[in-house]
């Protein structure tokens, strides 16, 4: 038996989310099904966390143990034969017996793409969100800062929730742009279930000026949601990485 690691890029257009769903097309229903056609195994592909339908993955990590002895390579290219387009394999790794995709995990870093005005694209829109008003750039990237550190991140969560938890450490925020497409990426040790796509919509709706610098203070204080911003929809989110310890 060995422990491999797999990282793992997907268009999540397609799917339901990464976890299985009876009936449903799932990232790692597709792995898993993938897996035992090659080599007749039935395994658990544990991902580093769940994605929700229309999420994208750069750089997913999973691991799972498994008999086969196939040289790495060749378990890459095979699988990667039987896998859809909208799903492939970048990496094998085998690691050590301990190591679990999402609990060895440290850090994760998100980007969320969205168009800001224009006209939005039928072909794009699988690919980025889009947002119809003006926004001040250097605002957004000076409250970005806002969120830095270790805070209770309540008030910029969806209510569908079930931990009990909020707090959660963010290590960067970065704004960017390119034209009129714009790039938030966040890195922090956890995110609550739509906690990136509401805190890039509050910074959004602050660029629009109908959240203030304030309401994000006190959102931060208090886990009032109705202070904090839209949740963006999912096909802009994409999970860039993953980290763990050295």
Same mark, same amino acid.
């Given at each position: 038996m060995r422990?491999?690691?797999l990282t793992i890029e997907y268009n999540g257009s397609q799917f339901f989310g990464w976890q299985k769903q009876n009936g449903k097309r799932t990232v790692q229903g597709e792995l898993e099904s993938a897996i035992f056609a090659l080599t007749? *195994?039935?395994v658990i592909v544990e991902g580093s966390g769940r994605t929700?339908?229309?999420v994208h993955a750069l750089g997913q990590v999973a691991s799972l143990k498994i008999e086969n002895k196939m040289p790495i390579k060749n378990f890459k290219t095979a699988l990667n034969n039987l896998l859809?387009?909208?799903v492939k394999i970048k990496k094998v790794e085998k690691c050590e017996d301990d190591f679990h995709a999402r609990f060895s995990a440290k850090k994760k870093t998100y980007c969320y793409v969205v168009q800001i005005g224009g006209e939005e694209s039928a072909i794009k829109h699988a690919l980025m969100g889009f947002y119809s008003y003006d926004v001040d750039f250097e605002k957004m990237r *000076?409250?970005?800062?806002?969120?830095i550190g270790k805070h209770n991140f309540k008030g910029f969560c969806s209510s569908d929730t079930n931990v009990t938890n909020f707090e959660r450490e963010i290590f960067d925020f970065k704004v960017s742009k390119h034209g009129k497409v714009y790039k938030f990426e966040v890195t922090g040790n956890g995110f609550l279930y739509n906690m990136v796509?509401?805190?890039v919509g509050t910074l959004l709706d602050?660029?629009?000026g109908k959240i203030s610098e304030e309401d994000i203070r006190t959102a931060l204080k208090t886990g009032d949601r109705s202070l904090s911003g839209k949740t963006m929809e999912p096909?802009?989110?994409y999970l860039k990485k993953v980290e763990y310890a050295k």
């Open positions: 422990n491999l690691k007749k *195994e039935k929700d339908r229309g859809p387009h909208d *000076e409250l970005s800062k806002l969120f796509r509401i805190l602050c660029g629009r096909n802009g989110l």
